[in-house]
RNA sequence: GGUCCUAUGGUCAAGCGGUUAAGACACCGCCCUUUCACGGCGGUAACCCGGGUUCGAUUCCCGGUAGGAUCACCA
């Protein structure tokens, strides 16, 4: 066979050579040791939460070391595109402070980005391997192909195209393949794998070193995998050894459901000639099915929070989830931040070693642990602004609430009832997510301001009134903290409650019960809740008129 | 089924041949306290099983078991 004469009849039109292409895309000037990572997700919109972590390590990797961290979409299967992909890749991690420094959102100098616009790159390769015998035209059908997988099925051999079942198409004539082209029949390329057998009969094997997994090894790829589709579009794999060669990544990040191809990759560089990047693998995402008590993948259609939307729709700070993932990343984050509080994450020495290779599950609890810290964090003004970022997104009839002052409320108002509790050395730790927020401050606004619970049992109706009533008479919106407990006492111990809850845990007997809950009867006519931070200070932020207001709707 | 990965409390995890087997979250109790939260103190709770190697295995090796991943002209 003359590999010369078959290969210019498979891509006449392609004239350069992989040598021009490695001179086109030289090796990056940037400094020793910098590393060039890139997220390559296809077009189809849908980001989510494993995306993300992905992309986490892959700008750490490569912004720690003063590299490139650049977007190539990876659009080789048609189907899957969806208009407006990529901004909403790009806006959805710029939500979490993820930015590219080149590629499909901003252009750079080893495009284009789109895989779809780079088929004749990809076909120089290609035809380079067939000019050298290491790939080939085939013709098989998809029913010839399910024939064959039927057989190998039934003979529990593996399934594909390798050793004997690859003869056919590999021995083909060129008169038989111009006879084939003729006909208009239509084929795929396919490598021309060297086998994982050694000359003894043994199994050849491959070793790699991960940077997250260390030494892994497995048999050597002997599969005539496709690498050119009958569209002359590459499959991921060709794609993928072409790409990260010419665009010199220096570090693959890529889930752990590549591993197993890892040969396939590893024998294309082979025959390529090309220096393979260093890969790190990492470990899927996983959750606890309530059915069957197992972990499991996180599923796009079972759980929610899979989503990036479902922390954008919740309100979940976007620092809180980068801080989260980075626990789940590096261990010893929180021992570090713990230690370094006021530090910005970026300073934390992240390493892909200090990775776990096992899935990790993901735990809700401890997101909602590790968001009460950050939005401690957060100035009050500036939490004001995110929750109304929040609530135009997700609750927008709040939007006006939050930033009009005419409604009787505006930002100042917010910014306020944020801040509650949190000067001291002893913050309250309330806040953890929009959602959760408004739950916790609704209050606050009369629109959604309700009585939901009942007076402590030991406190009678009657003695209710009495007490909202002593309570409304002696009222001074004036008073300061310490003359307005006094006056709550003095109701209390007037009304037979104890002055000290001491005293009525000794002497239960002496007593109706004591101050606290006299105070929770009035803390239910202000907040309409038993539960709440201190009741002066909220009664300040509400302001006079709306306190005694709601004192007096319950006396009526 | 083949191949590969993984295996320490409910969860995330330190550990890397000799430890009273860290820590964090969750949970429980106590203290602080007008409620709640915060904070402080304390507590329950773990090395998958079986063989080796070794004076000694959570740690190293082999086997099992379990869970996960993967076996496309999808990425």
Redesign the pocket.
Known sequence: MDNQKLAQLLFPAITGTPEDLQRQFPPRDLPEGAKVTRM?P?PTGFIHLGNLYGAFVDERMAHLSGGTFYLRI?D??DK?YVEGAVETITSSLAFFGIGFDEGACSDGAYGPYFQSQRAEIYQTFVKDLVRRGLAYPCF???ED?ARIRAEQEAN?E???IYGRYAEKSRSLTLEEIEDNLRQGK?Y?IRLRSSGNTEPDGSVRYIHVKDAI?GD????ANDQDV?IL???G?P??HFAHVVDDYLMRTTHVVRG??????LPIHIELFEKLGLEPPVYCHTA?L?K?DEETG????LSKRKDPELSLDYYRSEGYHPQAVKEYLM??LN?DF??WRAANPETPLEDFPFSTE?M??????F?L??LN?ISKDVLLGIPARELAGFLTDWAALARPELVPLFTDADTGYGPDYLTKILDL?RSGN?????LIYGRQIFDFIGYFFDEYFRVEETIPENVSDEDAREILRRYLDTYDHSDD?GQW?DKIRAIAVDMGYAA??KDYKKHPEDYKGH??HV??VI?LAVMGR???????EIQQILGEDRTKARLRALLV
Do not use: C, H
């Not at 197992?294 to 993948?297: A, C, G, H, I, P």
């Not at 038993?530 to 002066?536: H, R």
């Open positions: 390559g296809s990876e080789t299967d899957r098989l059908t998809e192909l529990k593996t399934t594909g239509s795929v997994r892994v090894s497995m048999p496709v589709k009958a569209t579009i499959t991921y752990e459901e590549w591993l197993m191809s899927v996983m606890l197992n972990k499991r993948k626990t789940i261990s929180e021992e200090k776990n290779s096992a899935g990790a599950l735990d609890n401890k642990d509790g002893k913050p309250r730790k309330d903290q407990f000290k809850p101050v606290g105070s929770t803390r038993t539960q709440s931070p201190d009741v002066w």
